[in-house]
């Protein structure tokens, strides 16, 4: 496997920082370095997720040796070897990134919804379901490796779109504009404690409730087609499309 970074971008630190690090001390890695950074702006107030994860994804890639780069929330938990397991399946050089499998806690039950139908279903179920890899619109940046050759092709995540939320669909729709394409690895999980960061910005001040709806606002400015109803299938053959014309480009 290439050199990688982990990138952990953490505003409160504190337990959930500590625990995230021992685990992936854990993890049956080799070759990897680790770059942690708060999230305080001025006035501690947060710089937000895509301009903290731009400047430690920028910071990785600026080692030459340094082909790909972990995005990784203080709010997640992997699992069983989960950043190996997923790391195994990015050979591809078409693949721009890849993310493992997210699952929440609801009703003391982990839980995850499978791809494209929208249907709930304990993790360890949802494990045994499927393909091991389906493509996707976008990766989910709570956990998600990232190409450096997408990085630098594609460029960083959009920080206007807010402090949160959206820059990961925004991100993923340009990297199949790109020629690179988005999978997710449907053997490999990690526990997400969803919203933690989010509800306790809102709790002290430092973001509104309405933020996320304001993030995806801006997002159908550029995007607009995927609000209007289209069929999955159509958004698909658009990405693929997209993604053949670059790829085609790039061999010429």
């Not at 999978?183 to 997400?192: D, E, G, P, Q």
Request: proline content about 6%.
């Amino acid at each position: 496997m290439p050199k990688i970074y982990i990138t952990i971008g953490s505003y409160y630190g504190g337990p959930r920082l500590d625990d995230l690090l021992y685990l992936l001390r854990r993890e049956n890695l080799t070759d990897y370095a680790l770059l942690v950074n708060e999230q305080k702006g001025s006035e501690r107030k947060p710089t937000g997720f895509a301009a903290i994860y731009n400047n430690l994804l920028n910071c990785a890639f600026a080692d030459p040796n340094c082909e790909a780069a972990w995005i990784l929330g203080d709010d997640v938990v992997p699992q069983d070897d989960c950043l190996r397991k997923t790391m195994d399946f990015f050979t591809d050089p078409t693949v721009g990134a890849i993310f493992p499998v997210e699952a929440w806690s609801e009703e003391k039950k982990l839980v995850t919804i499978l791809p494209f139908t929208n249907e709930k279903k304990p993790i360890a179920e949802a494990l045994k379901e499927g393909p091991d890899q389906v493509e996707q619109l976008f990766p989910g940046m709570a956990c998600a490796l990232v190409r450096r050759r997408a990085w630098e092709k594609v460029g960083p995540m959009d920080v206007s779109l807010g402090i949160g939320y959206c820059e990961d669909l925004d991100w993923g729709i340009r990297c199949w504009r790109a020629g690179y394409r988005i999978v997710n690895y449907r053997r490999a999980w990690f526990l997400h404690e969803r919203g933690a960061t989010y509800n306790q910005f809102v709790k002290e001040g430092l973001m509104t409730k309405e933020a996320p709806y304001e993030a995806a606002e801006r997002a159908k400015v550029q995007w607009d087609w995927l609000w209007n109803g289209e069929p999955l299938e159509t958004t698909f053959d658009r990405l693929h499309k997209w993604y053949e014309q670059a790829r085609g480009e790039k061999t010429q």
